[in-house]
């Protein structure tokens, strides 16, 4: 499987659709769909019915996913694409493009063995 160019963790802008500018953080990335959960984006409402947990039942709000590629990694306020690059020590990150800041560890470095 590819690197996803956003983590579970990462503040992120979408960047199209009816959301467009909100900021949020990255609550689950689902790959099997191309999906992320927003903290705070694409939030809809519920009907629950009366339960253990709530006994009165009641409107629940909650978010939905959207697709991954309608957000990017925010960088000082602003959406920024991700670079990936390989270390001198092995170890591979994401870079955004806007500033060259560092956004992760992908791969940390490995010990060479020898054979």
């Known amino acids: 499987m590819a690197s996803s160019h ?16 909100q900021t949020g953080e990255v609550l689950r990335v689902i790959p099997k769909h191309s999906q992320v959960l927003v903290k705070g984006v694409n939030t809809v409402t519920r009907n629950v019915k009366p339960n253990r947990q709530q006994p009165q039942g009641g409107q629940v709000s909650k978010e939905m996913p959207i697709h991954i590629s309608k957000v990017s990694p925010s960088v000082d306020g602003k959406p920024s694409r991700v670079r990936f690059t390989v270390k001198s020590d092995g170890s591979k990150v994401r870079v955004a493009a806007r500033g060259g800041k560092e956004l992760g560890v ?4 490995k010990a060479k063995s020898k054979k």
């Open 6 to 21: 956003v983590r579970k963790g990462d503040t992120v802008v979408v960047t199209s659709g009816d959301f467009k500018g």
């Open 106 to 109: 992908i791969r940390s470095s």
